[in-house]
């Protein structure tokens, strides 16, 4: 088979199934790793896939493409809850915790409404709102200023000056996407900002991402994934990230949702 007859088979098969393996598509057509690894080259260079790690997918939406708050709540949500579950019982009553904007954040909100004592710094406005409608009496919610994003987000020189002057003891960073090369990323410039200042301010940050940012890049890195202590995710996470997560985070987390309710399901240090 010549080169363009198997580039377009693999591209066909990309298209109808939204992934491929380079180990899968050697062994189809009988040739070497390296050979598709080309192949696969010459598509991504073209604008026809994107390259993941060990492999191939459709090509996903643009580095600064952002989806609303709305839009984006209403997807993987046995996943964010479950991961929002694990996440909680990091929290003890009488810290101070910072809540990134998000949708699998504001989940974590909804179960952290009932802690004692406890301190949220946001820059979420769905994150604060969650808060000041279910919060304790005895509870403190900061809500920095600055300029409204598409996903309710508040950033810029306000968003950033309010933070730089805390002290928290954790952060809960929602994020767009993750790869082995950008690290944790966002579509929106500013937003990356001010989430690199959530994490100067804080002394540990936890990742909450569900299995679908794995691959996913936006147009600004927030931090490299060595600079996660911790990263909550599901267990339907694929192999390869798993691989590189856990060798890069200080602590990889995966729940399962399950009708009867969230469990871990593996964890690696």
Same mark, same amino acid.
């Given at each position: 088979? #010549? %080169? =363009? =007859?198997? =580039? *377009? *088979?693999?591209?066909?098969?990309?298209?109808?199934?939204?992934?491929?393996?380079? !180990?899968? #598509? %050697?062994?189809?057509?009988?040739? !070497?790793?390296?050979?598709?690894?080309?192949? /696969?080259? *010459? /598509? $991504?260079?073209?604008? /026809?896939?994107?390259?993941? $790690?060990?492999?191939?997918? &459709?090509?996903?939406?643009s580095s600064t493409d952002e989806p609303g708050f709305h839009a984006k709540s209403v997807r993987q949500l046995s996943e964010k809850a479950a991961i929002a579950d694990r996440a909680a019982q990091l929290v003890r009553p009488g810290a101070a915790v910072a809540l990134s904007a998000? &949708?699998?954040?504001?989940?974590l909100a909804r179960r952290l409404v009932d802690v004692p004592e406890l301190t949220v710094v946001?820059? !979420?406005? @769905?994150?604060?709102?969650?808060? $000041?409608?279910?919060?304790?009496?005895? =509870?403190?919610?900061?809500? &920095?200023?600055?300029?409204?994003? @598409?996903s309710d987000a508040l950033v810029g020189p306000l968003a950033v000056g309010a933070v730089r002057s805390l002290h928290l003891d954790l952060l809960f960073l929602g994020v767009h996407g993750i790869t082995e090369r950008a690290g944790f990323t966002t579509p929106n410039l500013m937003e990356a900002e001010t989430d690199r200042a959530l994490v100067a301010a804080a002394d540990q940050l936890v990742v909450l991402a569900d299995h679908t940012k794995w691959g996913t890049v936006g147009i600004s890195s927030i931090v490299e994934l060595a600079a996660a202590h911790v990263l909550v995710s599901d267990d339907r996470l694929p192999p390869p990230a798993r691989r590189v997560l856990g060798e890069r985070v200080g602590e990889l987390i995966m729940v399962k949702a399950t009708r009867g309710g969230p469990r871990d399901a593996h964890a690696d240090n």
């Open positions: 088979m #010549l %080169a =363009q =007859q198997r =580039q *377009a *088979a693999i591209l066909e098969r990309v298209r109808s199934t939204g992934g491929v393996r380079v !180990s899968e #598509l %050697a062994g189809e057509f009988g040739v !070497s790793d390296m050979t598709i690894r080309r192949d /696969l080259d *010459a /598509l $991504h260079e073209r604008g /026809l896939l994107a390259k993941v $790690h060990g492999g191939a997918t &459709t090509t996903g939406p998000g &949708t699998t954040t504001a989940e946001t820059n !979420s406005l @769905p994150v604060a709102e969650i808060m $000041h409608a279910g919060g304790r009496p005895d =509870q403190t919610v900061v809500l &920095t200023g600055g300029v409204r994003t @598409p």
